[in-house]
């Protein structure tokens, strides 16, 4: 939390520094790529402290001022879907995610996020899918293990649960 207030701040004084050093009054259109990329980041920590706050709305809208800068920033795309799951939004939230990891294929987590929407929409095959390709992707993790775990038994694939179990146990020395 503190890193979070020292990064916030950090970049409130940035953003207050650039505006206060700006002589006259810019267009959008004759800002430079490091100001465009400055009020990116702004919005986007600004839309994490308000999901973190429960406040989806105001996250959404940040979140999507943030995409209208840089639609190529996978990470906004990512906080986008992280909030419409929150709120249940799981249509849009899909289309989010697949966004942020159609535009950074290697992040394990912007594959996580699509497998965990997919088995909240119930998406049973498809998300024991992506969370196979994430362990083949990165190796072992217990989390991925564990989905896959209740994953598999929701589809009354039981020895596969149980195989997941005894890796899990395996590796955490779980009884």
Request: aromatic share 10%; charged share 20%.
């Amino acid at each position: 939390m503190n890193r979070f207030i020292a990064l916030f701040s950090f970049l409130f004084v940035l953003t207050i520094a650039a505006c206060s050093t700006s002589r006259q009054v810019q267009s959008p259109a004759s800002k430079t790529e490091g100001e465009v990329s400055l009020e990116k980041d702004y919005l986007l920590v600004e839309a994490m402290k308000y999901n973190t706050l429960g406040d989806a709305s105001a996250a959404l809208a940040l979140v999507s001022q943030s995409i209208k800068r840089d639609s190529l920033c996978a990470a906004c795309h990512y906080l986008q879907s992280d909030i419409y799951a929150g709120a249940g939004m799981y249509a849009e939230a899909i289309a989010a995610a697949d966004k942020a990891r159609s535009l950074d294929s290697t992040n394990e987590w912007y594959a996580v996020m699509q497998a965990t929407i997919n088995m909240r929409m119930g998406n049973l095959d498809q998300s024991i899918e992506q969370f196979e390709e994430i362990l083949a992707m990165k190796g072992y993790n217990a989390s991925v293990y564990y989905n896959l775990a209740n994953l598999y038994a929701a589809n009354n694939s039981y020895d596969e649960a149980m195989a997941m179990l005894d890796t899990l146990e395996l590796y955490e020395g779980y009884d």
